[in-house]
């Protein structure tokens, strides 16, 4: 498939990307997996004139934890080292359950999480549980760096917060609380290589006594022009008991502030009636996990 | 099975091919390389149905590296896999009838500089109206799509067949069922897109390589469109990556490479996309089909009565032979004698519809399965006693007059059931999880070719010689199914010598002698027939030479294991190549040939010739699904198949056939469908959203053969291809309605239909308590 022709940078060091980034960023695309960006290009949705390849900036790679500031995942990071890092699987388990179910194996070797949130896509993977998980995200530029929550990140529809010459340079997710647990659900049609329908990425903490809820926080992904949490909602239910009203409370809640459209994958009045489903669901996931974290302390 | 004691045949065999496709070595279409090869690509219309008022091509002609440009008016030969009634040209004359029809064609150094070539090709239309569905196309006042069409309006063809007296059975019955059955518009999803190489020699020869099923038509189709001899044209398939049916019919790309090839004066190859592959299509008809079935107190059918209409899209190709089959297939695998068929295919503005696997088997078979499971419900009789009841035994003449020689279908309706505890949960599990039976029963071959020809269908040549071993010559195509490993391990068995020492040549019209091609689930028969046949006919002229030797007479001798030998004596051997070479020696070149023409019977109707098959497989499976009654998704755990396919030649191969047939069935009845957009455009001709089931949907299979042999069929074997396709929608749909108790007539079945379903059932309990 031809495509409209476009220059190749290929940096080694950060400083280099960085001054590269800073000179040409307006006609410049980031090229960190490809696995979308290649695709928009070549249905000549998008005609960069320049791509920069990331994929030898080794300050971009990696996932580290410490105790006070959390897990930190660099930017460049694949979704693969996501899925099988034991890092993520102890300190954000429902974040390696969703990249395992991002695409394909091999587009999981190439594709980046940095990549999958700032195609911005509503109905991306990892927004939803970087949402719950209540995420910091560290973004770049020449000579200084930000850092933005990613509940400000995504604007409208495949629209991010974003200035020219930036770039997100890392995900940090602040460690869990005792009693807390994230969870994640989706539905496609088929069981893996899809798009979803619908997800969400819930946060359940409960208070010290163990019976009501202390913070919470529900995203849900494809049921708007972005993936966006339930805010309206997440107030309504903390302090709640958690009991059936509880469970009518979240349910109701989501239903009534998704926003969902009719599409090619699902109606909007499914989506309106499922998102309720899932998420009860991972709430009583993530009630699961605090059990038997207890149980085992 | 055991009865038979063979040694390569029924014992399962690894295929040549199969390491060599592992390690990427297998030689496809797209893998052909040439010197100065160019790389065609397709103009394609960007609005269903117009008038082509002018295309300029002249700013494509001049881009650099564009070596030649193509239009429709510079072929203007219609064409047709029936050859009677041509309706499809190489490239649009005159008029487009489908959204991503090709119109033009650009060869050049390179894809790139082709694809920006079509960017500069100017088409002006007169838009004409656009029918996306037989409705619209058959509204009064609508525009025919194709001018010359001989039937009314878009009527593309129709037929309508009576056997008995439907309307009296259906007056003595005890129970009488109608329902309307609408099934998708799905395509064959073949991992390997078409793909044609086309090269003329200075002589003005024609060689062309492609990805095709069909070596035979493919050739008759270039001399027609290039208006060349067939002997200066030689058709080579390379590796076929899957075919389904999709590459039973000439595509256009074939003919383009050819056409560009010639223009441009160099060889030409033509890779399509995923997307062309949606456009080129050929895929499963959609039909809406008004069904009614009677039983008789007992349960046995008194009568069917079929009204469907089926959606053609915008060409013939395999139409109305499909329509017939589809009148053929309402009779088995069940014994009835009344029977009223009526059938019209439609044209619309929508990328054609053509064979696919289990072609004319799967639609009415859905409808049928579905109303049997539910008469038996209603009159209180379980599926498997009515469907038992109703089987045919072992051998059938059906009321319109096809002869089934050789069933074992209730062995394999007791078989699944015995397998998968049917009895014990059918009707007993709970809510939300289901368990369905179906029967199905397909083709091994068809009576007549597709134009009237009194040659033989298939036809076999063997060359046996010291230096190079036995070769098998046969016109076969291989397209992924194994039939060079089947016909290898025919040869090794008949000679009594290791399928690893059979060289097998086929889908090579230069080398091979005539064969029809791949499709009907012909190959295993008619190919086999004509192989062991020829190899008969090898062993007839190196018996005498071995009973000179040995001295004894002819008739004890016998070839098993590298020797042949006295029955009577076993100590009275010789080496196979020793006789071999003193054949050769005292006679010269030892070859031989065989040929197969399958039985002909026809019958006093239109569409008469369609359906007879030498000889038919069966198949019933038994499957069960889990039912999440909060999303709606509809999850199939496990299937328990059990199938006749007479002596499986190469089992594992047979496995192979029923779990692609299970998994491919499952992803129509549950994912899978083409949608088209109110301007005809497809709205997902990408894998990304054309949702065909992936490793994590499949479920458990247990497959299993029933103990058969059919002895007029080459070592015992029928089909395999088709028939277990047949019962895999049924039983899905059978085994949903056990589970949540609703039925449901519309493929796919998605999650939203479940949950609208499950709201609409609760709606009318609650009106009714």
Redesign the interface.
């Known amino acids: 498939?031809?495509c409209e022709p476009f220059e190749y940078e290929k940096p080694v060091s950060l400083r280099e990307f960085e001054s590269l980034y800073a000179a040409k960023g307006e006609d410049a695309k980031i090229l960190a997996g490809g696995t979308d960006l290649m695709v928009l290009i070549k249905e000549k949705l998008l005609a960069p004139r320049l791509l920069i390849d990331i994929s030898d900036l080794h300050e971009l790679q990696g996932i580290s934890f410490d105790s006070r500031q959390g897990l930190t995942i660099m930017a460049g990071t694949k979704i693969a080292e996501i899925e099988r890092s034991a890092l993520v699987k102890e300190h954000a388990p429902a974040l390696a359950y969703a990249a395992a179910n991002l695409g394909s194996n091999q587009v999981r070797w190439m594709a980046t999480m940095a990549g999958n949130i700032c195609h911005a896509s509503p109905a991306a993977e990892t927004p939803p549980v970087l949402l719950a998980h209540d995420c910091e995200l560290i973004i770049g530029k020449q000579g200084g760096e930000r850092t933005l929550p990613i509940s400000r990140f995504f604007l409208s529809y495949r629209k991010t917060a974003l200035e020219p010459g930036e770039y997100l340079k890392a995900f940090r997710l602040p460690p869990l609380p005792e009693r807390s647990a994230v969870a994640y659900r989706f539905?496609g049609?088929?069981?893996?290589?899809?798009?979803d329908m619908l997800n969400i990425g819930a946060y359940l903490e409960l208070s010290e006594e163990g019976q009501s809820v202390s913070d919470i926080r529900l995203a849900m992904g494809s049921v708007g022009p972005t993936t966006y949490r339930a805010t309206a909602t997440e107030q309504r239910l903390k302090g709640m008991q958690i009991d059936d009203e509880f469970f009518a409370t979240a349910c109701g809640g989501v239903v009534q502030e998704a926003s969902p459209i009719d599409d090619?994958r699902?109606?909007a009045?499914?989506r309106n009636?499922?998102i309720g489903?899932?998420t009860r669901r991972a709430l009583e996931e993530c009630l699961e996990i605090i059990a038997s974290r207890g149980n085992k302390a | 099975m055991s009865k038979h004691d063979f040694d390569v045949i029924g014992k399962d065999q690894k295929r040549k091919d199969g390491p060599k496709k592992v390690k990427g070595e297998h030689e496809f279409a797209d893998d052909i390389q040439f010197p100065m090869m160019l790389h065609g690509r397709i103009k394609r219309s960007d609005i269903a149905h117009a008038r082509i008022i002018s295309i300029d091509t002249s700013k494509a002609e001049a881009l650099a590296g564009v070596k030649a440009v193509l239009i429709g008016s510079e072929t203007p030969i219609k064409y047709g896999i029936v050859p009677q009634m041509p309706t499809e040209y190489a490239l649009a004359h005159q008029k487009v009838r489908f959204y991503g029809e090709p119109v033009a064609a650009v060869a050049a150094v390179d894809p790139e500089t082709a694809e920006r070539a079509l960017d500069l090709i100017e088409i002006e239309y007169e838009a004409l109206p656009v029918y996306t569905t037989p409705e619209q196309a058959l509204a009064e006042g609508a525009v025919k799509i194709h001018e010359d069409n001989k039937f009314p309006g878009n009527i593309a063809y129709e037929a309508d067949q009576n056997f008995g007296d439907v309307d009296e059975a259906f007056k003595n019955s005890h129970y009488v069922l109608e329902k309307v059955f609408k099934t998708s518009y799905v395509n064959h999803v073949f991992m390997e897109p078409h793909c044609a190489v086309s090269k003329f020699d200075t002589n003005g020869e024609l060689f062309i390589w492609s990805t095709t099923q069909i070596p035979h038509y493919l050739h008759t189709h270039l001399a027609k469109v290039l208006q060349m001899d067939m002997n200066k044209i030689h058709v080579k398939v390379t590796g076929v990556g899957g075919g389904f049916g999709g590459k039973g019919e000439v595509s256009n790309n074939e003919l383009i490479s050819a056409l560009l090839a010639r223009k441009a004066g160099r060889p030409v190859k033509v890779l399509y996309s995923r997307k062309d592959v949606f456009l080129q299509h050929r895929g499963r008809h959609p039909i809406e089909m008004r069904v009614k079935v009677g039983v008789d107190k007992e349960g046995m059918i008194t009568g069917i009565d079929y009204n469907g209409t089926m959606d053609g899209g915008s060409y013939g190709g395999w139409g109305l032979v499909i329509l017939f089959y589809t009148a053929a297939m309402l009779h088995l695998p069940y014994n009835v004698r009344n029977v009223r068929f009526y059938a019209r295919r439609i044209y619309t503005n929508k990328p054609t519809c053509g064979a696919m696997r289990g072609l004319g088997g799967v639609q009415p078979r859905f409808a049928l399965e579905s109303l049997l499971d539910q008469i038996a419900i209603d009159i209180g009789m379980s599926p498997y006693e009515l469907k038992k009841k109703n089987a045919i035994g072992l051998s059938h003449e059906t009321v319109s007059g096809q002869v089934v020689r050789h069933s074992e279908f209730r062995k394999c309706l007791d078989q699944a059931v015995a397998n998968s505890g049917y009895l014990e949960k059918h009707g007993k599990l709970p809510f939300g999880k289901g368990i369905g039976l179906a029967g199905g029963y397909y083709i091994s071959g068809t009576a007549y070719t597709l134009y009237m020809a009194y040659k033989p269908h298939s036809s076999a040549m063997i060359r046996v010689d010291n230096e190079s071993g036995v070769t098998v010559y046969c016109g076969a195509t291989d397209i992924g199914q194994g039939s060079d490993t089947v016909l290898g391990m025919m040869a090794a068995e008949k000679f009594g010598l290791p399928f690893e020492s059979i060289h097998v040549v086929s889908g090579d019209t230069s080398l091979a002698p005539f064969d029809l091609g791949t499709f009907a689930s012909r190959v295993t028969v008619a190919a086999g027939s004509a192989v062991c046949k020829a190899a008969d006919n090898v062993l007839e002229k190196l018996k005498p030479v071995a009973a000179i030797q040995l001295g004894v007479s002819t008739d004890q001798l016998e070839a098993r294991q590298g020797k042949i030998y006295s029955v009577f004596e076993k100590s009275k051997e010789i080496d196979f190549w020793k006789v071999v070479e003193k054949y050769i020696d005292a006679h010269g070149p030892l070859t031989a040939t065989g040929n197969y023409t399958p039985p002909r019977r026809t019958g006093n109707f239109k569409g008469a010739n369609i359906g007879h098959s030498p000889t038919y497989g069966f198949s019933a499976q038994c499957t069960e699904v889990d039912i999440d009654i909060e999303t709606g998704e509809v999850r199939v755990i496990r299937v328990t198949e059990a199938g006749d396919c007479g002596q499986p030649i190469n089992p594992v191969s047979v496995e192979g056939q029923v779990e692609g047939s299970i998994v491919m069935g499952m992803g129509q009845a549950l994912f899978e469908e083409l949608k088209v957009g109110k301007d005809g455009r497809l709205l997902n001709p990408s894998l990304h959203d054309y949702k065909v089931p992936t490793a994590t949907d499949i479920p458990e299979l247990k497959t299993t053969f029933v103990d058969s042999y059919d002895p007029d069929s080459p070592f015992g074997a029928k089909e395999a291809g088709e028939g277990p396709i047949q019962p895999v929608i049924p039983a899905i749909f059978n085994a949903v309605y056990d589970a949540i108790g609703v039925r449901f007539t519309e493929m796919p079945i998605t999650p939203e239909k479940v949950l609208r379903a499950l709201d609409e059932k609760k709606k009318q309990e609650g009106m009714q308590s």
């Open positions: 498939m031809h539905k049609l088929r069981r893996a290589m899809e798009i090619v699902a109606s009045e499914y009636r499922v489903v899932l």
